[in-house]
């Protein structure tokens, strides 16, 4: 700024910085100059959008600097490193001249209060890099134990620089505040230096704190005036900081630390430089063991330079399996004295080049199950709030199971896992993993392996050789006849349970050539895929091997190579349930079809109408009666037909006089919870609909409360319905009546439904469709609530009744939910009233429910498909009829005819069937499309 006594535009200071320097200035440039109040002057001219620079008078200056600034921290790193120090300018502020503070740290203030809340703040750590990818990093600091502090490229530490100065004039912490563990910000000084920085309390020696600068990576000593609270605003963003080692690399022999030479040439080459990082391990504290490159010289790693230098050395494999913990089981040890093996097929990744198997025997099969018994006990003896790390392997609980699981990624609220002995991934809470000792884990090699079915190589992702395959295969043991035992080994499977085998590869590729075959006839085109070519190996007489099936040792495989698409976690509509992308899925097809989607052919009295032989005796529903475009409709219907410019499905787009707000479209669309308030209260107002109208006129009073956070009680003659006393005494609490079931019509009515949830054709789970909007509103008020509202009264395990509602956090968000049972102290099986889930809950996560929240009915409903069965007196639905009613019917709205109920093991379960309405010229009733697809068979009435 010298001799620009009449100032200059910011937009020549990069020109005259590249003049002068020869470089690119760096992008924090302006945020350092705003920072530099002694020695530029900074003036905003908003009405033509550009700003002026003016150099501080030697008047000015002196007045900034009257005011003495007290040295109140000292690093004790080598170096006197700040929290900054080696840190890339486009990621961190460099150090700057002295800021001068609006005050002195140690003049006394008056102390406002400041809620345990603030006091007690916590601080997340931050995501795990992911493993084996390029991650471009800086550098920000480097330890005495040759670790090395490195900040993503996308870190938050500008936002949290920006806002941290803030906190300079809030109130000092008092001692007691101070304790090991809690978060606050502590100021870093030096000659050059003044910057406010997150920490964490180490340590406190009289009014002398030490803490470690958990964006940075170093620690230091300050006085207690030197130290603020934090604001939840700053809480929200995790540590910045990423610890690290270099993969593979040891000081030399004769040095017992890392030397002073390489500290002195690593910084040479990182300080401000871009780096790649490639994470190679993850160990159980959450460091990483990476190979470091330069952006501009991405050759040759860091790690190998380093060593080619001299200055340290390459470990030797034992000493890798000393440094890195290896608590991996053997290789599992595959047969090689026979090319026929048992099998079970555990998993299909969505092509046939991809299915997960084990191997059923005394060796596999029969010492997994021991292993999973070992899994129980451990689950249920394991010790609470264990941190858990990306790759590590755990017991996870899932559907009454205990299974080994591998933490792929770490994920807000959850953990991404794949299953070692199964093949599939999914999402897990917290509550369903445990750690457990790694001599258990070596107990057994991994049984999940893939293999590639010889022969369907080029109809691998086709639809119908999907779908035969998981009917044929998926959850069966079948017999496997090894045709190469390649990287993947290639199979060949049959079912041995029938009179005679069935080549379960020569089925699916039948099954593909009549779908080929129909496909000629019925359209214009040409066959996209000939069958032709593709000849599949008869099964052999002799055991013949080729020169790969001869080993004289046992084949090892290793699990580590996991299938492609194993990290994706499985949909949540179906338990371990492999995802058939919806470009697979078979579209729905009018060919051959007449009287509204019924097969043409058919004989039986009732053709063409919705209704089964069983459902014409139905009380109030006429025999033969069709639902066309101009036969009878419930309201649903009406409005979707009601004129040309209504949408084509309900799915795509709701009807306008109904529409569903975000929250709840997005908790049917998963199943999974809304993650956070913002994203909760976010769309259109709740209960709304066409006109302004509510569907309920109770719907906007229902979830008021006052200023005072408190909702509203009920009648204050009874104790229960009355808040202020229920919500303080969980005795009272307990005696409070539970809202009932909403009521489904009586047979022969018809009434709109949203379907949320769906096993199979005979188990899925709805809600009434004029309640979506309340529902939407709940969620909405009880998030609003359960998140302001400090908890009056912690529960535990005694507390909870078995039968009686409360409220329920799941990721983030707070539902209706019963309790079914207690296990142990900690946790409980609820049913989730609204959704129909079951899950297992913390009881940290369960509260006592306000009145209000408690007005509206349980609105899921169990439901059943009326008057179809499984194909072939099978016992259970294949996978093609799960996905088929899925593609028909998840997350749409759509028109029941109600059927009766039924009792299933203590469940009830409306019986009913279910219509797309959606289109213009007809219904398509669900149960007809899966009779056509010979998924499913009638229910004959019996005479």
């Given at each position: 700024?010298?001799?620009?006594?009449?100032?200059?535009?910011?937009?020549?200071?990069?020109?005259?910085?590249?003049?002068?320097?020869?470089?690119?200035?760096?992008?924090?440039?302006?945020?350092?100059?705003?920072?530099?109040?002694?020695?530029?002057?900074?003036?905003?001219?908003?009405?033509?959008?550009?700003?002026?620079?003016?150099?501080?008078?030697?008047?000015?200056?002196?007045?900034?600097?009257?005011?003495?600034?007290?040295?109140?921290?000292?690093?004790?790193?080598?170096?006197?490193?700040?929290?900054?120090?080696?840190?890339?300018?486009?990621?961190?502020?460099?150090?700057?001249?002295?800021?001068?503070?609006?005050?002195?740290?140690?003049?006394?203030?008056?102390?406002?209060?400041?809620?345990?809340?603030?006091?007690?703040?916590?601080?997340?750590?931050?995501?795990?890099?992911?493993?084996?990818?390029?991650?471009?990093?800086?550098?920000?600091?480097?330890?005495?134990?040759?670790?090395?502090?490195?900040?993503?490229?996308?870190?938050?530490?500008?936002?949290?620089?920006?806002?941290?100065?803030?906190?300079?004039?809030?109130?000092?912490?008092?001692?007691?505040?101070?304790?090991?563990?809690?978060?606050?910000?502590?100021?870093?000084?030096?000659?050059?230096?003044?910057l406010w920085s997150r920490a964490e309390v180490i340590s406190r020696d009289g009014t002398t704190v030490d803490v470690l600068f958990i964006d940075y990576g170093n620690s230091g000593s300050c006085s207690q005036n030197s130290i603020r609270f934090l604001t939840e605003e700053l809480a929200q963003y995790p540590m910045q900081i990423i610890y690290c080692y270099l993969d593979g690399v040891a000081p030399l022999e004769d040095a017992d630390t890392w030397s002073k030479e390489f500290k002195e040439r690593f910084a040479e080459i990182v300080t401000d430089q871009e780096l790649i990082a490639i994470t190679r391990d993850i160990s159980p504290d959450g460091t990483h063991i990476v190979d470091l490159f330069l952006t501009s010289d991405p050759s040759t790693s860091i790690n190998d330079r380093l060593v080619a230098e001299g200055i340290l050395r390459k470990l030797t494999d034992e000493e890798q399996g000393v440094v890195t913990i290896d608590d991996e089981p053997e290789e599992l040890e595959l047969p090689t004295?026979?090319?026929?093996?048992?099998?079970?097929?555990?998993?299909?990744?969505?092509?046939?080049?991809?299915?997960?198997?084990?191997?059923?025997?005394?060796?596999?099969?029969?010492?997994?199950?021991?292993?999973?018994?070992?899994?129980e006990e451990v689950f249920h003896s394991s010790e609470e709030d264990v941190e858990i790390a990306e790759g590590q392997v755990c017991v996870a609980y899932v559907d009454e199971l205990y299974h080994r699981v591998r933490v792929i990624k770490k994920e807000p609220l959850k953990y991404q896992c794949y299953f070692l002995d199964h093949g599939d991934s999914d999402g897990l809470v917290p509550s369903q993993l445990s750690v457990f000792d790694p001599k258990i884990n070596k107990l057994l090699p991994y049984q999940a392996f893939e293999v590639s079915l010889d022969g369907l190589e080029e109809f691998a992702e086709n639809v119908t050789t999907l779908e035969k395959l998981f009917d044929m295969a998926l959850g069966k043991t079948l017999v496997a006849e090894i045709t190469a035992r390649d990287e993947i080994f290639s199979i060949v499977i049959y079912d041995t349970q029938g009179a005679s085998d069935v080549n379960v590869n020569q089925e699916i590729l039948k099954a593909v050539q009549r779908e080929a075959a129909t496909s000629l006839l019925t359209s214009s085109g040409s066959n996209p895929q000939s069958t032709e070519s593709s000849p599949l190996p008869l099964r052999k007489t002799t055991d013949t091997s080729s020169k790969t099936l001869t080993s004289s040792s046992p084949q090892s495989f290793s699990p580590k190579r996991q299938p492609q698409s194993a990290v994706t976690a499985a949909t949540s509509t179906t338990s371990k349930v492999p995802t058939v992308p919806k470009s697979q899925l078979p579209s729905k097809s009018t060919e051959g079809k007449e009287n509204n989607g019924t097969d043409s052919g058919e004989t039986e009295s009732g053709e063409g109408s919705w209704e089964t032989e069983e459902e014409e005796v139905i009380e109030g529903v006429p025999a033969g009666k069709t639902l066309t475009a101009s036969g009878p409709k419930s309201p649903l219907q009406a409005k979707q037909k009601k004129t040309e410019s209504s949408p084509a499905r309900?799915?795509?787009?709701?009807?306008?006089?109904?529409?569903?707000?975000?929250?709840?479209?997005?908790?049917?669309?998963?199943?999974?919870?809304?993650?956070?308030?913002?994203?909760?209260?976010?769309?259109?107002?709740?209960?709304?609909?066409?006109?302004?109208?509510?569907?309920?006129?109770?719907?906007?009073?229902?979830?008021?409360?006052?200023?005072?956070?408190?909702?509203?009680?009920?009648?204050?003659?009874?104790?229960?319905?009355?808040?202020?006393?229920?919500?303080?005494?969980?005795?009272?609490?307990?005696?409070?009546?539970?809202?009932?079931?909403?009521?489904?019509?009586?047979?022969?009515?018809?009434?709109?439904?949203?379907?949320?949830?769906?096993?199979?054709?005979?188990?899925?789970?709805?809600?009434?469709?004029?309640?979506?909007?309340?529902?939407?509103?709940?969620?909405?008020?009880?998030?609003?609530?359960?998140?302001?509202?400090?908890?009056?009264?912690?529960?535990?395990?005694?507390?909870?009744?078995?039968?009686?509602?409360?409220?329920?956090?799941?990721?983030?968000?707070?539902?209706?939910?019963?309790?079914?049972?207690?296990?142990?102290?900690?946790?409980?099986?609820?049913?989730?009233v609204d959704f129909g889930e079951f899950i297992v809950m913390s009881i940290e996560d369960i509260r006592l429910l306000p009145y209000c929240f408690a007005q509206l009915p349980q609105l899921a409903i169990k439901g059943k498909l009326f008057g179809i069965k499984p194909a072939k007196d099978s016992k259970v639905w294949s996978e093609a009829a799960k996905y088929k009613f899925i593609q028909m019917a998840h997350n749409k709205s759509l028109v029941a005819l109600s059927c009766g109920t039924e009792d299933v093991l203590g469940q009830e379960f409306t019986l009913m069937r279910l219509v797309d309405t959606s289109q213009q010229d007809q219904d398509i009733c669900l149960d007809d499309e899966l009779l056509e697809m010979g998924v499913a068979e009638k229910i004959r009435p019996l005479s």
């Amino acid at each position: 700024m010298e001799g620009k006594t009449n100032g200059m535009w910011s937009t020549r200071l990069e020109v005259i910085y590249k003049e002068r320097y020869n470089e690119e200035p760096p992008p924090n440039l302006m945020y350092l100059i705003e920072k530099w109040t002694d020695v530029v002057k900074v003036e905003e001219h908003p009405d033509i959008g550009r700003t002026l620079l003016y150099p501080v008078s030697e008047e000015e200056r002196k007045k900034n600097l009257q005011t003495s600034v007290p040295k109140a921290i000292t690093s004790n790193t080598a170096g006197g490193d700040s929290p900054q120090s080696n840190t890339k300018t486009a990621t961190t502020p460099t150090a700057t001249p002295t800021a001068t503070p609006t005050s002195s740290p140690d003049r006394p203030r008056s102390q406002p209060e400041v809620s345990q809340k603030i006091k007690e703040i916590k601080i997340p750590a931050g995501e795990n890099l992911p493993l084996g990818d390029k991650v471009t990093v800086y550098m920000t600091y480097l330890g005495e134990d040759g670790s090395v502090c490195v900040q993503h490229e996308d870190s938050a530490i500008f936002q949290i620089t920006k806002q941290i100065d803030a906190v300079e004039s809030g109130p000092v912490p008092d001692l007691e505040d101070l304790q090991p563990g809690r978060f606050v910000a502590a100021l870093y000084i030096t000659e050059t230096e003044k910057l406010w920085s997150r920490a964490e309390v180490i340590s406190r020696d009289g009014t002398t704190v030490d803490v470690l600068f958990i964006d940075y990576g170093n620690s230091g000593s300050c006085s207690q005036n030197s130290i603020r609270f934090l604001t939840e605003e700053l809480a929200q963003y995790p540590m910045q900081i990423i610890y690290c080692y270099l993969d593979g690399v040891a000081p030399l022999e004769d040095a017992d630390t890392w030397s002073k030479e390489f500290k002195e040439r690593f910084a040479e080459i990182v300080t401000d430089q871009e780096l790649i990082a490639i994470t190679r391990d993850i160990s159980p504290d959450g460091t990483h063991i990476v190979d470091l490159f330069l952006t501009s010289d991405p050759s040759t790693s860091i790690n190998d330079r380093l060593v080619a230098e001299g200055i340290l050395r390459k470990l030797t494999d034992e000493e890798q399996g000393v440094v890195t913990i290896d608590d991996e089981p053997e290789e599992l040890e595959l047969p090689t004295d026979t090319n026929q093996w048992d099998i079970y097929v555990s998993f299909i990744n969505s092509s046939t080049n991809s299915v997960m198997i084990r191997l059923v025997g005394e060796k596999y099969s029969d010492k997994l199950e021991e292993l999973e018994k070992k899994l129980e006990e451990v689950f249920h003896s394991s010790e609470e709030d264990v941190e858990i790390a990306e790759g590590q392997v755990c017991v996870a609980y899932v559907d009454e199971l205990y299974h080994r699981v591998r933490v792929i990624k770490k994920e807000p609220l959850k953990y991404q896992c794949y299953f070692l002995d199964h093949g599939d991934s999914d999402g897990l809470v917290p509550s369903q993993l445990s750690v457990f000792d790694p001599k258990i884990n070596k107990l057994l090699p991994y049984q999940a392996f893939e293999v590639s079915l010889d022969g369907l190589e080029e109809f691998a992702e086709n639809v119908t050789t999907l779908e035969k395959l998981f009917d044929m295969a998926l959850g069966k043991t079948l017999v496997a006849e090894i045709t190469a035992r390649d990287e993947i080994f290639s199979i060949v499977i049959y079912d041995t349970q029938g009179a005679s085998d069935v080549n379960v590869n020569q089925e699916i590729l039948k099954a593909v050539q009549r779908e080929a075959a129909t496909s000629l006839l019925t359209s214009s085109g040409s066959n996209p895929q000939s069958t032709e070519s593709s000849p599949l190996p008869l099964r052999k007489t002799t055991d013949t091997s080729s020169k790969t099936l001869t080993s004289s040792s046992p084949q090892s495989f290793s699990p580590k190579r996991q299938p492609q698409s194993a990290v994706t976690a499985a949909t949540s509509t179906t338990s371990k349930v492999p995802t058939v992308p919806k470009s697979q899925l078979p579209s729905k097809s009018t060919e051959g079809k007449e009287n509204n989607g019924t097969d043409s052919g058919e004989t039986e009295s009732g053709e063409g109408s919705w209704e089964t032989e069983e459902e014409e005796v139905i009380e109030g529903v006429p025999a033969g009666k069709t639902l066309t475009a101009s036969g009878p409709k419930s309201p649903l219907q009406a409005k979707q037909k009601k004129t040309e410019s209504s949408p084509a499905r309900v799915t795509d787009k709701q009807p306008k006089t109904k529409q569903v707000s975000s929250p709840v479209k997005k908790l049917t669309e998963s199943l999974s919870s809304l993650s956070t308030q913002d994203s909760v209260m976010s769309g259109d107002s709740p209960g709304a609909t066409e006109g302004g109208a509510t569907q309920n006129p109770e719907a906007q009073t229902l979830y008021t409360w006052s200023s005072s956070k408190k909702p509203p009680g009920a009648s204050k003659g009874n104790p229960s319905e009355n808040d202020e006393i229920a919500l303080v005494n969980v005795q009272v609490y307990n005696t409070r009546p539970v809202p009932k079931k909403f009521e489904i019509p009586p047979k022969g009515e018809y009434c709109d439904v949203h379907i949320i949830n769906i096993f199979d054709p005979t188990n899925f789970v709805l809600i009434p469709f004029q309640f979506m909007n309340e529902l939407d509103e709940l969620i909405r008020k009880m998030i609003e609530y359960f998140n302001s509202v400090e908890e009056k009264l912690p529960l535990t395990g005694s507390d909870l009744m078995v039968g009686q509602m409360y409220a329920g956090r799941k990721e983030g968000a707070w539902y209706r939910v019963i309790v079914k049972n207690v296990i142990q102290s900690n946790h409980a099986s609820v049913y989730m009233v609204d959704f129909g889930e079951f899950i297992v809950m913390s009881i940290e996560d369960i509260r006592l429910l306000p009145y209000c929240f408690a007005q509206l009915p349980q609105l899921a409903i169990k439901g059943k498909l009326f008057g179809i069965k499984p194909a072939k007196d099978s016992k259970v639905w294949s996978e093609a009829a799960k996905y088929k009613f899925i593609q028909m019917a998840h997350n749409k709205s759509l028109v029941a005819l109600s059927c009766g109920t039924e009792d299933v093991l203590g469940q009830e379960f409306t019986l009913m069937r279910l219509v797309d309405t959606s289109q213009q010229d007809q219904d398509i009733c669900l149960d007809d499309e899966l009779l056509e697809m010979g998924v499913a068979e009638k229910i004959r009435p019996l005479s």
